[in-house]
């Protein structure tokens, strides 16, 4: 196996999610052109991401007064908080205010390609590193993020995305609030998955699988409600 068929394999779950989100974009689909500049803004976001993880890594060690202060530290600040923030920060500049974005829908449709388009380098870079440790490591890698770590991503996404759509379309006494949760919501969501796994604990992947299932049940009420609000726009 050479490292572009990797590249392939590495973002080939992103593409999968972009495709059935979009399949479920039922009353106007989004221009490709925006979605595409989404997607590879989601890509390009991680050359700031990572230098901010990096940082916010070095003073944790420095501050953190215990492993498992450290670990939250990790978990809700450096994870969830730094990505979930740009990942939301590409849809704001890129498609938040443009006339496409006319229903509550368009939320997480955005939402989750800038997040898919974030797991996809976030993926290759692991998979490649995996690469130059051995056939098999990579192999577990490809599977276990293709069917874990992206799903979670995306599903980070349509939970932002589904209260930044109404923050855009709430009245504006509700509208704050939504913007909020938009980002709070889903920092708390990816904090709690990454916790669970730095935890290093017997059972952790079997408790995010549970937790995985869990959450992809509370995204499919949440598409199904999305739905059911924008199809009033039309």
């Not at 829908?105 to 998979?127: K, M, P, Q, R």
């Not at 730095?198 to 995985?212: K, R």
Request: with cysteine; hydrophobic share 55%.
């Amino acid at each position: 196996m050479i490292p572009y068929k990797l590249i392939i394999l590495s973002i080939a779950p992103s593409l999968f999610i972009a495709l059935y989100i979009y399949v479920r974009d039922k009353f106007e689909k989004e221009p490709l052109h925006l979605l595409l500049k989404t997607f590879v803004w989601g890509v390009l976001i991680s050359a700031v991401v990572v230098p901010v993880e990096y940082f916010l890594m070095a003073y944790g060690s420095i501050s953190a007064s215990s492993r498992i202060s450290f670990i939250v530290f990790e978990a809700f600040i450096v994870a969830g908080l730094t990505e979930e923030y740009f990942k939301r920060l590409v849809v704001l500049r890129i498609a938040y205010d443009t006339p496409y974005f006319n229903q509550p829908f368009d939320g997480i449709v955005y939402c989750v390609f800038s997040a898919v388009g974030f797991a996809a380098i976030e993926n290759v870079g692991y998979v490649l590193q995996a690469f130059q440790v051995s056939p098999q490591e990579t192999i577990n890698v490809i599977v276990l993020r293709g069917i874990m770590a992206v799903p979670a991503h995306a599903m980070f996404g349509v939970v932002m995305g589904y209260y930044l759509g109404f923050a855009k379309f709430a009245p504006p006494d509700r509208s704050y609030w939504y913007f909020k949760v938009s980002l709070i919501l889903p920092m708390l969501l990816h904090g709690f998955y990454d916790f669970v796994l730095m935890l290093n604990i017997y059972g952790a992947l079997a408790i995010v699988g549970i937790y995985e299932v869990l959450l992809f049940t509370y995204c499919l009420r949440l598409i199904k409600r999305s739905h059911e609000i924008s199809r009033l726009y039309f």
